[in-house]
């Protein structure tokens, strides 16, 4: 399957994007207009939040939910963050300004352009893999399913515990953040299959270690509790 | 063992502590002034910035280390958290204008004068537990074995990972906080057994969950892991 692949121009709220970085993924020879996400216009229109999400999450440095206020400088595209400080500064991005720990966060979202949008097609495929989630329309399922194989809602489970995921999960606010994040198994490879959703707390849980890092970790808990008597 | 409990003139920087609040923590009929921390001298002496965690952390709401910028408004005496809306808004403290995570927060780590001044004494037992800790004077040892049985450094563990804690562990920062922190058991209980020392990885991984809440939710993870093949 080809992509049709002609450039979108750039829109105003892009600022720090390269002119001709925008690409149109419709299949080639499509009818009508280009569009960089057409497989999320059905997303956008029965779950909008959910849609704007996935894009957010697959493209931008950010992995804080809608209703999170602390996003701060780190709403930044993930491949502008693969320029180094100099060209940053020519953008009007001074790094040397920010605190060490923001800098590091910043580097480790970094992505190319082609890898956010393979991301953004894999984090939809999942979105329709979860229980209670809505039925693609025909467009999207034949997209996607092309790309990922068949869409079965249920089958998508928290990249980390491995525990199915509802997708009115999305919506339940707890302390004013989802409970649903954009997760990673290798916490600097943002592509499909290493990008997934995942529950809050177990995002958290991970922090900043691969997930084979995270289960090792975890079982010697149990194992040193298990010998401690605690 | 009894202590003098005279009461200690409440200093300016406690400006919402009862005017008899404080109590000398030092034997009954002992030579000299009170005082409220004795069994903490040495460690001021040897390594003040711990010993300033202790106390901060024995009787402050926020369970921040001393390097962090955003402990915000909640660094406030843990027995304060004790009141009610109403009398804090006497105070000058107007909970209704918090956020609703914040207020939470704060009201978790509510603890009575009492229960702060044993789970000081209780943590700095640990401290001197500690691989690599600092050997107590005469004075403190005494002290605190009476009350918590005898110090031997290398018997401190992670509250929650159950790993060996080393003293130096404390002034290695990472991302402008320091790697141990104080954690407990029952996140809202404040009590010498219930609190102790752990890595900051553990402690954010625990979240606000029981420890047993914690083991059965990481055993899960592992049980589902080897069924999934992930």
């Known amino acids: 399957m080809n992509f049709c692949g002609k450039t979108i ?29 057409p497989y999320l216009d059905h997303l956008a229109g029965v779950a909008p939040k959910v849609k704007n999400k996935v894009v957010r999450d697959a493209t931008k440095t ?10 701060g400088p780190n709403r930044i595209s993930r491949w502008v963050m693969m320029l180094d400080d100099e060209e940053l500064l020519a953008l009007g991005i001074d790094m040397s300004k920010l605190k060490p720990g923001i800098v590091a966060k910043l580097r480790e979202k970094s992505a190319s352009y082609d890898d956010c949008m393979a991301s953004a097609k894999y984090l939809t495929y999942l979105v329709y893999g979860m229980a209670n989630a809505p039925i693609p329309d025909q467009y999207t399922r034949q997209y996607l399913e092309a790309l990922f194989g068949p869409i079965n809602a249920g089958t998508t489970s928290c990249l980390i515990c491995k525990s199915q995921l509802d997708f009115a999960d999305f919506s339940e606010a707890r302390r004013g953040r989802a409970e649903i994040e954009t997760a990673h198994a290798q916490p600097r490879l943002h592509t499909p299959g290493n990008v997934g959703f995942a529950h809050r707390d177990c995002n958290i849980a991970q922090g900043d270690k691969t997930l084979p890092e995270f289960y090792e970790w975890i079982a010697g808990i149990l194992e040193r509790r298990r010998h401690s008597g605690g």
């Open 9 to 37: 121009p750039t829109r105003a709220n892009a600022k720090y994007d390269p002119e001709d970085l925008h690409r149109c993924h419709l299949h080639s020879g499509h009818a009508g207009r280009c569009q960089e996400y």
């Open 62 to 71: 950010t992995g804080a939910a809608w209703k999170s206020d602390d996003a």
